[in-house]
T-cell receptor, first 113, second 114 residues
Framework: EAGVAQSPRYKIIEKRQSVAFWCNPI?????LYWYQQILGQGPKLLIQ????????DSQLPKDRFSAERLKGVDSTLKIQPAKLEDSAVYLC???????????FGPGTRLTVL | AQSVAQPEDQVNVAEGNPLTVKCTYS??????LFWYVQYPNRGLQFLLK??????LVKGSYGFEAEFNKSQTSFHLKKPSALVSDSALYFC????????????FGTGTRLTVIP
């Protein structure tokens, strides 16, 4: 079974630029999550989708971050404009439902200069 | 509100010795608890979970965890450490309100010394 795929794996941008990350969850997984993991900290949930609907985006900085999962499969996370403090690893995870184990992708390491 | 504390940033243990990585939690209601491991440049991998039932939970790679309700702890253990166990370990508690989100601790870096 293929795992959660993410791209790119690494991205370096300058502050005020835009960036987008892509995630393809495990086939058949209805729930998709985006996490931000700052160096030295645990992952922090940004947004949770159930199929193509948003379940929880309370921790998403909506003035600069946006995410979508239009067809209930792939998802993109965008930052516009980026700030220095957005430097982090962005993890995507999926689960068959919203209650059990989450399966994580390898992450995208973003560096904002 | 739910929270997880991992009091040790770093744990060092000699190969072959038993290891313990500590975790305490705070949650309303019954806790759903998880351990994940993160190797360099890789995503988090699920190790084990406690939902209900036996307090001793067995997971992947020979790891186990003991749920202690009175001490609100969920410590990760392994009888004999391997060098390959060296990684970053995260404890997490699940929010049982509508969104069922995971709240992670800050992580403990385990180093197994040959």
């Amino acid at each position: 079974e293929a795992g959660v795929a993410q791209s790119p794996r690494y991205k370096i941008i300058e502050k005020r630029q835009s960036v987008a990350f892509w995630c393809n969850p495990i086939s058949g997984h209805a729930t998709l999550y985006w996490y931000q993991q700052i160096l030295g900290q645990g992952p922090k949930l940004l947004i949770q989708f159930q199929n193509n609907g948003v379940v929880d985006d309370s921790q998403l900085p909506k003035d600069r971050f946006s995410a979508e999962r239009l067809k209930g499969v792939d998802s993109t996370l965008k930052i516009q404009p980026a700030k220095l403090e957005d430097s982090a690893v962005y993890l995507c995870a999926s689960s068959p439902d919203g209650a059990g184990e989450q399966f994580f992708g390898p992450g995208t390491r973003l560096t904002v200069l | 509100a739910q929270s997880v504390a991992q009091p040790e940033d770093q744990v060092n243990v000699a190969e072959g010795n038993p290891l313990t990585v500590k975790c305490t939690y705070s949650v309303s209601g019954n806790p759903y608890l998880f351990w994940y491991v993160q190797y360099p440049n890789r995503g988090l991998q699920f190790l084990l979970k406690y939902i209900t039932g036996d307090n001793l939970v067995k997971g992947s790679y020979g790891f186990e965890a003991e749920f202690n309700k009175s001490q609100t702890s969920f410590h990760l253990k392994k009888p004999s450490a391997l060098v390959s166990d060296s990684a970053l370990y995260f404890c997490a508690v699940r929010d049982q309100t509508g969104a069922n989100n995971l709240f992670f601790g800050t992580g403990t870096r385990l180093t197994v010394i040959p």
